[in-house]
């Protein structure tokens, strides 16, 4: 169950806020308008007056709602009306107009508007005109003259609403922290219904501003993307003429005066402001930085790999900017992934939204390679011919999702915890479809017996706590494949064996045998070094103690296992 509060404002809030709950609505969408709950239970009902004329009854409600703003003149507060939609999900049971009365009394009391017993409240109706929904509308002044107490009333008409659907068997939402983005209102869903559109105009466009930013290197760029897939800019210029937010519109989607409905970008999301825009550019903008040309796919799939040490041993607000940049991720990989798995990314990226922003203030300095990379991919495509580039970094953004999954569970971050779960489902779908062929290609390709004997021994003697599971995984042939074309490239087997061991734990690994595949890919197709470089990196790991933490180094303290991935 959703509320949301809005105030209005002026001489005739009142009046315009009634005669819209009461009338057909901006495409009928109002069917059968009745009040079903008021501060005196005796209220004109201009929806159910077969003995009145309609605008006689409603311009009775009208003046009685407004009687105790009126006596205040020119002491009235600015924001006069109160208005709160109360929404049910679409599978919660239609609640009776008495069932729906009760909520209506419930979210008055909590948000102060008319506290239980206090015959001095504010004057407030409920109008029913859907089988899912009712709106609340009240007048800020109280009968006594005197301001209502509502401090933090959206908050506490939420609380209410979770314990609503508690005692009612309701769909169970997550309580939020004020970070998600907006939703789309009725109306705006039903214009989307009338324009032909498969989604509400604000979701549309949140997309679209998200991609572009993923995707610009500069502001200049993010303005040419955004015009590039039909978005209407408007900025705000400050007195000096600098930018100092902007609003973005659809083309199609008009007032009633036919002009564009714009969307400050703050009221998409609270990250796509103009000044947050312009903070997140900087991460990918062309500064010099210590980045080594090659594959985008692998260094990407580098980047994402490190996602989950910063979200279990750096601070917030560094796992914080690594949630923003995996997001981003997210946002492009649909546009160049194959025609199979677009959907499932699409789906993923738009549930992972809510999990890149929380209270916590996003410190984006370590995300430049990662978000670099990928805006590479965006726009270089680099070739992928057998799907193993994408297939190695989804690996590693399944990974990385269940690990903020878990980031999200351990600061009590409901919501956000609740989309990573919902994200993690899309992805493990679209990476079953683009792992299976490439892994299949590989086991076809499976070197010797005697050769894959030798890994095998190998394998038992560096980790033999996982060697039963990797030589049990269906993708152990996968594996010997990439060992022996490491081989045929210049570099030693066991080496590269040891260094793909030594990246990471395979405690949390679904499939060991997969990720040390994706993990020996991507160190096979590096350069091979020569004899000398190979015989002191071989000294340099057998000089120490264990194959993924130096001598110097004290070993981390075991952190809480997260869920397991893929």
């Known amino acids: 169950m959703i509320p949301k509060i809005i105030l209005s404002s ?37 929806g159910r007056s077969p003995h009145r004329d309609p605008k006689d009854a409603m311009a009775q409600l009208v003046a009685q709602l407004d009687q105790p703003v009126r006596m205040l003149g020119d002491q009235a507060p600015k924001d006069t009306v109160w208005h709160c939609p109360v929404r049910a999900a679409p599978e919660d049971p239609i609640l009776s107009d008495a069932q729906w009365a009760d909520v209506a009394r419930r979210m008055v009391a909590a948000a102060g508007i008319a506290p239980d017993g206090d015959e001095e409240a504010c004057r407030w109706v409920a109008v029913r005109h859907a089988e899912d929904h009712i709106h609340i509308a009240a007048t800020l002044v109280r009968q006594d003259g005197r301001r209502p107490e509502r401090g933090y009333d959206q908050r506490a008409v939420q ?17 939020g922290d004020g970070t998600g983005a907006k939703r789309p209102t009725s109306k705006e869903h039903f214009k ?168 916590i203030t996003a410190d984006l300095d370590s995300t430049r390679v990662l978000r670099r990379s990928v805006r590479a991919i965006w726009r270089d495509r680099p070739s992928d011919s057998d799907g193993a580039g994408i297939a190695m970094l989804l690996d590693t953004v399944l990974t990385a999702v269940a690990f903020a999954k ?31 062929p490439v892994l299949t290609g590989l086991a076809q390709r499976a070197p010797s017996p005697q050769m894959k004997r030798r890994f095998a021994h190998h394998l038992q003697q560096a980790v033999p706590e996982h060697a ?9 042939e996968a594996l010997t494949t990439v060992l022996a074309e490491a081989e045929a490239a210049g570099h030693s087997a066991t080496t590269v064996l040891d260094q793909a061991l030594g990246q990471r734990t395979l405690d949390d690994a679904h499939s060991p045998a997969r990720t040390l595949t994706w993990r020996i890919r991507r160190l096979g197709e590096r350069h091979a070094s020569g004899p000398r470089a190979q015989a002191a990196r071989f000294r340099s ?13 004290p070993t981390p303290a075991p952190q809480p296992p997260p869920p397991r991935r893929r």
């Open 192 to 359: 989307a219904k009338r324009l032909g559109q498969d989604a509400a105009t604000r979701d549309v466009l949140r997309l679209r501003v998200r991609r572009a930013v993923a995707a610009a290197s500069d502001e200049a760029e993010f303005f040419t993307l955004l015009e590039a897939t039909g978005v209407t800019v408007r900025l705000k210029l400050g007195p000096s003429g600098e930018a100092l937010g902007c609003n973005f519109a659809l083309p199609g989607d008009t007032n009633d005066k036919g002009e564009p409905v714009f969307y400050a970008g703050s009221t998409l999301a609270p990250d796509l402001s103009l000044p947050k825009i312009r903070k997140t550019l900087a991460t990918t903008s062309p500064e010099p930085v210590t980045v080594r040309p090659g594959d985008p796919w692998h260094q990407a799939t580098a980047a994402t790999d490190r996602i989950p040490h910063h979200l279990t041993h750096s601070d917030d607000q560094t796992a914080q900017g690594q949630l923003a940049a995996l997001g981003a991720t997210l946002d492009l990989l649909p546009i160049n992934a194959p025609a199979a798995v677009k959907a499932q990314l699409e789906q993923a990226a738009a549930a992972f939204e809510r999990a890149t922003r929380s209270r």
């Open 406 to 436: 878990h980031w999200h569970r351990t600061h009590q971050h409901a919501q956000q915890e609740a989309a990573a779960e919902q994200a993690l489902i899309h992805l493990q779908i679209a990476y079953a479809r683009v792992a299976e």
């Open 468 to 476: 039963e599971r990797v030589l049990n995984d269906p993708a152990w």
């Open 541 to 553: 790991t057998t000089q120490r103690p264990t194959a993924s933490a130096p001598a110097s180094t």
């Open 159 to 175: 609380r209410e609403a979770r314990q609503i659907e508690v005692d009612y068997g309701l769909r169970r939402l997550k309580p």
């Open 10 to 46: 002026g001489p005739t809030a009142t009046r315009r806020t009634i005669g819209y709950l009461f009338g057909k609505g901006s495409a009928n969408e109002h069917i059968d308008p009745h009040l079903i709950a008021s501060w005196n239970s005796f209220a004109p009902d201009p």
